[in-house]
């Protein structure tokens, strides 16, 4: 499957963003799908997963309660909300999916990467 991000921009701390992930090339519930981000100098780090149908997510616990996860399946799009934003969430923020359906949290727990999207939290 193929993955493809958008949605990054320059916002303001306390600001909001919505970042979005179509996938193509491959049927699109058969994929437990991810996001992750990675600032400057730092490893890749989880954010959120989702199952495959949408029933199930899971967080990082420094972004819950501020992001949340969901999916449109007719649109083969998974989508990231992201509420009062901080310095520290600044990061090149990547979509993953994987066939597997442990909705792990681990980079290696996804096959597939998008490109990734730059998201920058700054006065």
């Known amino acids: 499957v193929h993955l493809v991000e958008s949605g990054g921009s320059l916002v303001q701390p306390g600001g909001s963003l919505t970042l979005s992930c179509v996938a193509s090339?491959?049927?699109?519930?058969?994929?437990?799908m991810a996001w992750f981000r990675q600032a400057p100098g730092k490893e890749r780090e989880f954010v959120a997963t989702?199952?495959?149908?949408?029933?199930?997510?899971r967080y990082a616990d420094s972004v819950r309660g501020r992001f949340t996860i969901s999916r449109d399946n007719a649109k083969n799009t998974v989508y990231l909300s992201m509420n009062s934003l901080k310095f520290e969430d600044t990061a090149t923020y990547y979509c993953?999916?994987?066939?597997?359906?442990?909705?792990?949290?681990?980079?290696?727990?996804?096959?597939?990467w998008g490109q990734g999207t730059q998201v920058t939290v700054s006065s």
């Open positions: 090339g491959g049927t699109f519930t058969d994929y437990t």
């Open positions: 993953a999916g994987d066939t597997s359906t442990i909705m792990g949290r681990g980079v290696h727990d996804y096959a597939h």
């Open positions: 989702i199952s495959w149908g949408g029933g199930s997510n």
